[in-house]
């Protein structure tokens, strides 16, 4: 009925960004807050930001001011902005959303993740 879908991830050198994708298919009414959730190799996985349906921000004290959230409501899809990439950053990235279906039902939607990798 609906997916997630999450795209952008790479292997890239300290310091330099990445913009990761989360497009949003399927009888979509509406999405609430778009959140994107990390987990590297041996760790739990971890909330790195959030941004709600007003445009409105949250971001994990390990990210804030590196990193940076935007979503186009119309196309239902959500970008994550990252600059200054550390190796601390390397983790599978994951998209997160409540989405309203047209038929009004709420979904929590996850999508499949996308790989960055920090590293010299």
């Known amino acids: 009925q609906v997916q997630l879908v999450e795209s952008g991830g790479a292997l890239v050198q300290p310091g330099e960004s990445l913009r990761l994708s989360c497009a949003a298919s399927?009888?979509?009414?509406?999405?609430?807050?778009m959140n994107w959730y990390r987990q590297a190799p041996g760790k739990q996985r971890e909330l790195v930001a959030v941004?709600?349906?007003?445009?409105?921000?949250n971001y994990a004290n390990s990210v804030k001011g590196r990193f940076t959230l935007s979503r186009d409501n119309a196309a239902n899809t959500g970008y994550l902005q990252m600059n200054s990439l550390k190796p601390d950053d390397t983790a599978v990235y994951y998209c997160?959303?409540?989405?309203?279906?047209?038929?009004?039902?709420?979904?929590?939607?996850w999508g499949q993740g996308t790989q960055v990798t920090v590293s010299s």
């Open positions: 997160n959303a409540d989405i309203i279906l047209v038929t009004r039902e709420v979904l929590d939607t």
């Open positions: 941004i709600t349906s007003d445009g409105s921000t």
């Open positions: 399927g009888n979509i009414l509406s999405i609430y807050a």
